[in-house]
């Protein structure tokens, strides 16, 4: 499906492909900020129980918490379940140029990312994104021929109905509800503490435990928030609004400051227990209100950086340094959780429980500059990541070639993200 606005006059010079450049930059900046989140749940057994952390009572550690939580946390998977609805567009592209039949290309790619997720996670991170989208993407292939319109309700009923329900779970925690899950969480994190400090085969078992305690966390908070972020890439990639950035700047603005005036009280609410430990009836009651505000931050962060890329050679550079990782999003989101297993589990140095969140925030932009490095040598030889490359095979059911031929690749490698 082409674009409905016509090729825009860019007063920058910017060829179509830095434009698409541009989105792989975005797709990279996105994989710091799920990176700085996901490492908070190796690091320390009580992430996102609701107690306090042994290793994060020192004020440093309190601050940095703060920030992972008001910069970071319910925003960031946004923005790339944004960018994941955006490329399916570039799919259905993609699938029209090669003259192949979407639907069952598409359903072999979910198939083939649940795969994934699910190896992922119950060998490194049972946090695990990917099954999720496989399946949220399932149902974006069944609405895909509906209007703007009505995905644009359905997203914002999605939206608002997940924010009045944890508002309405939070009005119901009593005190001695609050009690017996202070209780709970301690024996728990000291269990999980001890398995993944154990074994590798102990590591798999605690993921199994764990992925059956909190498959609902994923169904009642981020799945239905990804799902609206789909809808708003999609609709965003169908009208062509990331294919001519330039031409959009004032939205943009708009985006950015909106975004920044309606996200920011959200997610100082979310984030101001971190400071005030041990209070799970404020985590809920500000985990109700960031689910309201979170996607205009995410929208916030992504004109922000778009707009930043615009400016001159130094967001020309920018684009440069994370445009290589965002086209390889999918193995470097792997490639994350293992470095993190590595460290952090049984797996290698079992760092967990020895650490506080502001030396988490270190290791976990030292994974990424490492993650930057590795992307720039490997794009520069090869047309796809090692799993999109395979993600790919099983999609077209044809072995693509590995080894950077054309320009070509950039854009189908793009759309493998």
């Given at each position: 499906?082409?674009?409905?606005?016509?090729?825009?006059?860019?007063?920058?010079?910017?060829?179509?492909?830095?434009?698409?450049?541009?989105?792989?930059?975005?797709?990279?900046?996105?994989?710091?900020?799920?990176?700085?989140?996901?490492?908070?749940?190796?690091?320390?057994?009580?992430?996102?129980?609701?107690?306090?952390?042994?290793?994060?009572?020192?004020?440093?550690?309190?601050?940095?918490?703060?920030?992972?939580?008001?910069?970071?946390?319910?925003?960031?998977?946004?923005?790339?379940?944004?960018?994941?609805?955006?490329?399916?567009?570039?799919?259905?592209?993609?699938?029209?140029?090669?003259?192949?039949?979407?639907?069952?290309?598409?359903?072999?790619?979910?198939?083939?990312?649940?795969?994934?997720?699910?190896?992922?996670?119950?060998?490194?991170?049972?946090?695990?994104?990917?099954?999720?989208?496989?399946?949220?993407?399932?149902?974006?292939?069944?609405?895909?021929?509906?209007?703007?319109?009505?995905?644009a309700c359905a997203g914002i009923a999605l939206v608002l109905l997940t924010s009045l329900l944890w508002a309405a779970v939070g009005q119901m925690y009593t005190h001695m509800d609050m009690l017996m899950a202070t209780q709970a969480a301690y024996a728990e994190a000291a269990a999980a503490l001890a398995a993944y400090r154990a074994t590798p085969a102990m590591v798999v078992v605690q993921h199994l435990r764990d992925l059956s305690q909190t498959w609902w966390i994923t169904g009642l908070v981020q799945a239905p928030e990804a799902l609206a972020m789909f809808f708003a890439g999609f609709i965003a990639g169908k009208r062509g609004l990331l294919a001519h950035v330039e031409a959009h700047r004032t939205l943009l603005w708009r985006m950015f400051w909106w975004g920044l005036a309606v996200g920011l009280p959200g997610a100082?609410?979310?984030?101001?227990?971190?400071?005030?430990?041990?209070?799970?009836?404020?985590?809920?009651?500000?985990?109700?209100?960031?689910?309201?505000?979170?996607?205009?931050?995410?929208?916030?962060?992504?004109?922000?950086?778009?707009?930043?890329?615009?400016?001159?050679?130094?967001?020309?550079?920018?684009?440069?340094?994370?445009?290589?990782?965002?086209?390889?999003?999918?193995?470097?989101?792997?490639?994350?959780?293992?470095?993190?297993?590595?460290?952090?589990?049984?797996?290698?140095?079992?760092?967990?429980?020895?650490?506080?969140?502001?030396?988490?925030?270190?290791?976990?932009?030292?994974?990424?500059?490492?993650?930057?490095?590795?992307?720039?040598?490997?794009?520069?030889?090869?047309?796809?990541?090692?799993?999109?490359?395979?993600?790919?095979?099983?999609?077209?059911?044809?072995?693509?070639?590995?080894?950077?031929?054309?320009?070509?690749?950039?854009?189908?490698?793009?759309?493998?993200?």
């Open positions: 499906m082409a674009p409905h606005h016509p090729p825009a006059q860019n007063p920058g010079g910017a060829a179509p492909n830095e434009r698409q450049q541009m989105v792989d930059a975005l797709r990279g900046f996105a994989l710091l900020g799920i990176l700085v989140v996901n490492i908070a749940s190796f690091a320390s057994t009580y992430y996102g129980l609701g107690v306090p952390d042994p290793m994060a009572l020192s004020l440093a550690d309190r601050c940095a918490s703060f920030v992972r939580a008001f910069v970071f946390e319910t925003k960031f998977y946004l923005l790339f379940s944004f960018l994941f609805g955006y490329s399916f567009t570039l799919q259905m592209r993609s699938a029209e140029r090669d003259g192949k039949a979407f639907v069952p290309r598409m359903v072999r790619r979910h198939v083939g990312l649940w795969v994934i997720g699910v190896v992922h996670a119950v060998l490194l991170y049972y946090g695990d994104i990917l099954t999720t989208y496989a399946v949220l993407g399932a149902v974006l292939l069944m609405l895909r021929r509906r209007g703007d319109v009505f995905l100082l609410a979310y984030a101001w227990p971190t400071l005030r430990l041990n209070d799970p009836v404020r985590d809920i009651q500000g985990l109700a209100v960031t689910l309201l505000t979170a996607p205009f931050l995410a929208a916030a962060y992504a004109a922000g950086m778009l707009l930043v890329f615009q400016r001159g050679r130094g967001g020309r550079l920018l684009v440069q340094l994370l445009a290589p990782a965002g086209r390889m999003a999918l193995s470097n989101y792997l490639l994350q959780s293992l470095a993190c297993a590595w460290i952090f589990l049984a797996y290698g140095l079992s760092w967990i429980g020895t650490i506080g969140p502001l030396a988490t925030f270190a290791v976990a932009f030292a994974i990424f500059a490492g993650n930057l490095a590795l992307s720039r040598w490997w794009m520069h030889r090869f047309a796809y990541g090692p799993a999109e490359w395979l993600l790919r095979a099983f999609t077209n059911l044809q072995r693509p070639p590995l080894r950077r031929r054309r320009r070509a690749d950039q854009r189908d490698s793009s759309a493998e993200s």
